[in-house]
């Protein structure tokens, strides 16, 4: 029931890490999207703030019908950082795998699909560096690739601290986990 800008919030969709996800209704264009907060505990953090922006950096960087539409990046009247994105019906590749095991059509459906948004992102030369059942919404028309909040430019003004280990360790290719360079 809260309005931000002209976006009014109807529910949470989920979170983590760098930010909460919420559905809302665009007031002035009349559809639906998903509006992603940097967390509060961010909200001062310069490096926290680039790393959001280059999250809308990245995924809007690239058009591409698996890749998750970018609208704008915004900021509240107390200076919290949100992207705005296209809303998705469906469910994440993770909520669907918990139901059990997919049918083998099914399961290259969708690899095939995230592997064509991922071919367009690196074309681009962007390198999501987060891809797991979590980031991935199932819908209708095919599967969304989500969360571009890890995700890097080629030669582009590095944010992460060369070295660390950044994703999620079960998802994370071998590079990630020894600290090198992902691409």
Same mark, same amino acid.
């Given at each position: 029931?809260?309005?931000?800008?002209?976006?009014?919030?109807?529910?949470?969709?989920?979170?983590?890490?760098?930010?909460?996800?919420?559905?809302?209704?665009?007031?002035?264009?009349?559809?639906?999207?998903?509006?992603?907060?940097?967390?509060?505990?961010?909200?001062?953090?310069?490096?926290?703030?680039?790393?959001?922006?280059?999250? $809308?950096? &990245?995924?809007?960087?690239?058009?591409?019908?698996?890749?998750?539409?970018?609208? =704008?990046?915004?900021? %509240?009247? /107390? @200076?919290?950082?949100?992207?705005?994105?296209?809303?998705?019906?469906?469910?994440?590749?993770?909520?669907?795998?918990?139901?059990?095991?997919?049918?083998?059509?099914?399961?290259?459906?969708?690899?095939?699909?995230?592997?064509?948004?991922? $071919?367009? &992102?690196?074309?681009?030369?962007?390198?999501?560096?987060?891809?797991?059942?979590? =980031?991935?919404?199932? %819908?209708? /028309? @095919?599967?969304?690739?989500?969360?571009?909040?890890?995700?890097?430019?080629?030669?582009?003004?590095?944010?992460?601290?060369?070295?660390?280990?950044?994703?999620?360790?079960?998802?994370?290719?071998?590079?990630?986990?020894?600290?090198?360079? $992902?691409?």
């Amino acid at each position: 029931g809260i309005t931000v800008s002209q976006y009014e919030i109807v529910a949470k969709l989920g979170g983590g890490g760098m930010g909460v996800v919420y559905k809302a209704r665009d007031i002035k264009l009349g559809r639906w999207v998903a509006l992603k907060f940097l967390p509060h505990q961010w909200s001062h953090d310069e490096g926290a703030k680039q790393r959001f922006v280059r999250e $809308a950096q &990245a995924a809007s960087a690239t058009n591409h019908r698996n890749i998750c539409i970018i609208h =704008n990046i915004e900021e %509240t009247a /107390d @200076g919290r950082l949100f992207i705005v994105m296209a809303y998705y019906e469906g469910e994440t590749l993770k909520q669907k795998l918990e139901r059990g095991p997919l049918p083998i059509q099914d399961a290259m459906e969708i690899a095939s699909e995230i592997a064509e948004g991922l $071919a367009k &992102a690196h074309a681009q030369g962007v390198v999501h560096r987060d891809v797991k059942p979590g =980031n991935l919404l199932v %819908t209708d /028309d @095919g599967v969304k690739i989500l969360d571009f909040g890890l995700a890097k430019f080629a030669d582009a003004l590095q944010l992460t601290v060369p070295g660390s280990t950044i994703g999620t360790v079960a998802y994370m290719s071998p590079e990630q986990a020894r600290g090198e360079e $992902a691409d």
